[in-house]
């Protein structure tokens, strides 16, 4: 009985190869990585509607002190939250780089004070580890070394919302 051999051609072979499969397990989401309080926080797009700065902020009484107050945003009220002061840290002076991220979390309109917006990136949401029990973070479920060496924690935005 004689062996039949298939030859194939260099083609045949590199097409039966699968496609690039690190790009198969990457879960990429396009993040706004911003700074609060000497914290490098990240979040997803989807959650911002935009990014205003030198907006009046109305104070209100008988709030928690991480509760600015409220700004008239087109016709919408919206209440306005220092994330610096949630997480426990000192307040600040704003500056010329503070702005209020406008988020939509749940279909509850919100603004977070930020000291500084970095960039967007595309985030693999793979790349993202738990944090240390030993510092946890009111705000912050995650975190990950961004291309520039910089860790970056993951911010939590329903625990902003819940909290």
Excluded at 40 to 52: A, C, K, P, Q
Excluded at 94 to 119: E, F, H
Excluded at 130 to 142: E, F, S, V
Aim: aromatic share 4%; with cysteine.
């Amino acid at each position: 009985m004689e062996e039949t051999i298939k030859k194939e051609s260099l083609s045949d072979v590199i097409s039966d190869i699968p496609a690039d499969t690190e790009e198969e397990t990457r879960d990429l989401k396009r993040c706004l990585v911003f700074e609060s309080g000497g914290l490098v926080l990240f979040l997803s797009t989807e959650y911002v509607i935009e990014i205003i700065n030198d907006h009046a902020i109305t104070s209100l009484p008988v709030v928690p002190d991480y509760v600015r107050g409220i700004i008239n945003l087109r016709g919408q009220i919206l209440p306005v939250v220092d994330i610096r002061k949630m997480m426990g840290k000192e307040a600040a002076d704003y500056n010329s780089k503070t702005c209020i991220i406008v988020l939509n979390i749940d279909s509850v309109p919100i603004g977070i004070v930020a000291d500084n917006v970095r960039s967007v990136l595309d985030i693999d949401m793979n790349e993202i580890h738990p944090l240390p029990l030993h510092h946890p973070q009111k705000l912050a479920n995650g975190m990950l070394k961004l291309d520039d060496g910089t860790v970056a924690m993951s911010f939590d935005c329903h625990a902003l919302v819940q909290g």
